[in-house]
C-alpha cells in the first residue's frame, strides 16, 4: 500500500520542470491538462512578486489580484495561476508570500516552518534537491511538478514541459 503524507504519495512517480517565464509555464500546464491529466494531479510554487502581508494559508485574492480571471498587478504571477482553479497564497518564513496549487501546496500548509524544502520533501523529494528547487523557486522561478502512477504518462509529461520551455526538467 502507498504511503500517502500530506503532500501527496510519496512514492509515487513524479515529474518537476522549472520555468523562467510564466507564459512558457502556462502552457505546459494546459498541455499536462490536455493528456488527461487531472488538476488535483498537477503542482506549482512561484514567488509572488509583491511585497505583501499575507496570512499563511489564505486564498488568493489580496488587492489587484483575481484567480477566475488570472489578472494581477505588481508582477505576481496570477496569469500562471488562473490555469489551476487550487492556486492561493501561503505566506512561507523567509520567503514571503508564494503562489502554490495542487498536491505541493497542501504540504507547504502543513510545513510552512520548513518552507518550501519542507514541503517539497513532504511531496517525496529528497532534501538536496528540494533545496535546490527552493533556491530556484526564491530567485523568481516557476516549479511545475506532476504525479501519476504510469511511467509513460510521466515520460509523455516530461516532454510536455521540455516542448513548452522547462530549463530543468527531472523525474522523481
Same mark, same amino acid.
Given at each position: ?71 494581477? @498587478? /505588481?508582477? %505576481?504571477? &496570477? =496569469? *500562471?495561476? !488562473?490555469? +489551476?482553479?487550487?492556486? $492561493?497564497?501561503?505566506?512561507?518564513? #523567509? ?13 507547504? @500548509? /502543513?510545513? %510552512?516552518? &520548513? =518552507? *518550501?524544502? !519542507?514541503? +517539497?520533501?513532504?511531496? $517525496?523529494?529528497?532534501?538536496?534537491? #528540494? ?42
Amino acid at each position: 500500500m502507498p504511503k500517502f503524507t500530506i503532500g501527496g504519495a510519496k512514492d509515487m512517480p513524479k515529474v518537476l520542470g522549472l520555468f523562467n517565464d510564466q507564459e512558457a509555464a502556462k502552457s505546459a500546464i494546459s498541455s499536462i491538462k490536455d493528456l488527461g491529466i487531472s488538476e488535483d494531479k498537477i503542482s506549482l510554487v512561484a514567488k509572488n512578486g509583491e511585497d505583501q502581508d499575507i496570512e499563511a494559508g489564505a486564498e488568493m485574492g489580496a488587492e489587484g489580484q483575481n484567480l477566475v480571471d488570472g489578472t494581477t @498587478t /505588481g508582477g %505576481a504571477i &496570477g =496569469g *500562471v495561476a !488562473g490555469v +489551476l482553479a487550487s492556486a $492561493g497564497l501561503l505566506a512561507i518564513p #523567509g520567503l514571503g508570500p508564494v503562489l502554490a496549487a495542487g498536491p505541493i501546496a497542501a504540504g507547504l @500548509t /502543513g510545513a %510552512a516552518a &520548513g =518552507g *518550501v524544502t !519542507g514541503g +517539497l520533501v513532504d511531496y $517525496g523529494i529528497d532534501q538536496q534537491e #528540494g533545496e535546490r528547487y527552493a533556491g530556484e523557486v526564491e530567485g523568481g522561478n516557476i516549479l511545475v511538478a506532476v504525479e501519476d502512477t504510469e511511467q509513460e504518462k510521466i515520460n509523455d509529461i516530461a516532454a510536455k514541459l521540455k516542448d513548452a520551455g522547462s530549463y530543468d526538467v527531472a523525474t522523481h
